[in-house]
């Protein structure tokens, strides 16, 4: 059976099959996984050797989830951009936050790819690519205790303003770059990775808009990190601090300098906010069914749950923000796969829309479940929890919506 209706007649069998393959990976390893691991009650027991999460990992690195963001020339497979939200929707499905993890771990490869240096993608991209066992994870630090959603606040006077600087910086000497400062406990596979994607500061005079970005291997001398962070939700994603102390790294490592840091950040955030939306249209659907299924076989009143007018005017809703979500989050990450600049006001209204969605339909899931909705025997309590992390993350969709604004407001005046 498939997972859904889908309303795009011009989907390929292949996209088809990838979806179901997806699907099932999502159901039988992603779904229990993420129940087992959010039970603990020490996160560091998320990630301890033999957890569940590492056989998460290698089985999704077996199957070569872990190179959808590689290009095909690198090894990478060449998926569709309407392909890979219908992977993204279906980890969501089944996880949000092994979902985010284990597309959080390529970011600092498929990175060194964009910038094409040889020398860098023979030691980084390919080990990676040939890695079937889930041993090299990415992470993308970029948040600080001081620093998160301003971050994208590109275009404001705040952004370049001299006073407002990240706390990560680093200083040139000679051939190498000498990094200091803290990223903070939310960043996603924090304690696990093996390699960053990192945001750092390297001209202070600039504010914001001085900074860099730099694959960082995390074992390199003077690198230390925190605890696993305990959340309330998303709690089978790793997140936690990364510490750097006169850490060295070579000049070529830095791929991005700050001339090229807004355009570059525009990009990334456009495709996080797309994918983000992608996932959370999974949550939300994930929940709707959660709850569809719970009224059809509970009996109040004499008849299933279902049967009563205003339980179905709540299923109508949800289902009608499932829908909406899939449609707008697959419009805006199909264009701006394509696009160069992308037209991030549309990947913001998607993240904004559909991880609102994905509360909004949990929240309702956990209402017709009544009691039951509140116990960890049922998943839609976890999908409650999850989804709540979503407004925060990755922006909080408060500062994503004054981000979009300026866009909107920059499209209008240019004629669209």
Not at 42 to 49: F, Y
Not at 64 to 76: F, V
Not at 340 to 354: R, T
Request: proline share 5%.
């Amino acid at each position: 059976m498939e997972p859904y209706l889908e309303l795009d007649l011009s989907v390929t069998d292949e996209e088809r099959s990838l979806r179901q393959a997806a699907h099932e990976f999502a159901r039988d390893v992603l779904r229990p996984a993420s129940l087992e691991l959010d039970r603990l009650a020490d996160p560091e027991e998320v990630s301890r050797p033999g957890s569940v999460m590492w056989r998460v990992f290698r089985q999704a690195y077996e199957l070569g989830y872990h190179l959808q963001a590689i290009p095909e020339e690198y090894g990478g497979t060449n998926l569709s951009p309407r392909a890979r939200h219908m992977v993204a929707e279906e980890m969501g499905w089944g996880s949000a936050d092994l979902a985010i993890a284990l597309g959080v771990a390529p970011f600092p490869f498929a990175f060194v790819c964009l910038g094409g240096n040889t020398e860098l993608i023979e030691r980084y991209v390919k080990p990676f690519v040939a890695d079937r066992e889930g041993k090299i994870v990415g992470c993308w630090a970029v948040t600080e205790p001081e620093h998160g959603s301003d971050n994208i606040l590109i275009g404001t006077p705040e952004f370049r303003d001299p006073r407002i600087v990240p706390q990560v910086r680093a200083r040139r000497e000679g051939d190498c770059w000498i990094v200091n400062g803290q990223k903070s406990s939310w960043v996603s596979n924090g304690t696990i990775a093996t390699h960053a994607l990192l945001f750092l500061s390297l001209d202070p005079s600039q504010g914001m808009a001085g900074s860099g970005i730099a694959i960082v291997p995390l074992d390199l001398p003077g690198i230390s990190r925190g605890r696993a962070l305990n959340k309330l939700g998303q709690r089978a994603l790793n997140q936690g601090e990364i510490f750097f102390d006169e850490v060295k790294i070579p000049a070529d490592h830095v791929l991005v300098p700050p001339e090229g840091y807004e355009t570059m950040t525009d990009g990334i955030l456009a495709m996080a906010n797309a994918t983000m939306g992608a996932t959370f249209t999974g949550v939300a659907r994930a929940a709707f069914e959660e709850a569809l299924a719970y009224t059809r076989q509970r009996v109040q009143g004499g008849k299933p749950l279902c049967e009563h007018q205003l339980v179905q005017h709540k299923l109508f809703e949800m289902f009608r923000d499932v829908q909406a979500a899939r449609a707008l989050s697959r419009a805006a990450y199909i264009y701006n796969a394509q696009m160069a600049p992308p037209a991030s006001e549309y990947s913001i209204a998607a993240k904004v829309f559909c991880t609102e969605a994905a509360f909004r339909v949990a929240s309702t899931a956990v209402q017709l479940f009544g009691g039951y909705g509140l116990s960890k025997e049922y998943a839609v309590e976890k999908i409650f929890r999850d989804a709540r992390a979503s407004l925060i993350e990755d922006g909080t969709n408060e500062v994503l919506g004054l981000a979009a604004a300026r866009l909107i407001l920059k499209r209008q005046e240019s004629g669209w």
